[in-house]
């Protein structure tokens, strides 16, 4: 059984920084993939960054730049550090762990970006 504890969330001011982290039970490097996705209020949920197997990233547009996903195989931790976070950030973030056929989530964590 896979299980994903995800931590770091919070309230910061527009302009500021988080970093997320997410501890995967099991050893991270033989998932298929890991990555945070975040849902506002009334909206769907949406992919923010995901890193594969071979360390490959990949992010949605309107966080290049600003969002850098990263891991540490030792600690079997997955991170997104979030920069020049903006109130349309906020939201609750979760993350996603793919192995094989299965795709398994944190319980989320909330970001809120508000001065």
């Known amino acids: 059984q896979v299980q994903l504890v995800e931590s770091g969330g919070g309230l910061v001011q527009p302009g500021g920084s988080l970093r997320l982290s997410c501890a995967a039970s099991g050893t991270v490097f033989r998932f298929n993939a890991m990555g945070w996705y975040r849902q506002a209020p009334g909206k769907q949920r949406e992919m923010v960054a995901t890193i594969t197997f071979a360390g490959s990233t990949n992010y949605a547009d309107s966080v290049k730049g600003r969002f850098t996903i990263s891991r540490d195989i030792g600690k079997n931790t997955v991170y997104l550090q979030m920069n020049s976070l903006k109130p349309e950030d906020t939201a609750v973030y979760s993350c996603?762990?793919?192995?094989?056929?299965?795709?398994?989530w944190g319980q989320g964590t909330q970001v809120t970006v508000s001065s």
């Open positions: 996603n762990a793919v192995l094989g056929a299965t795709g398994y």
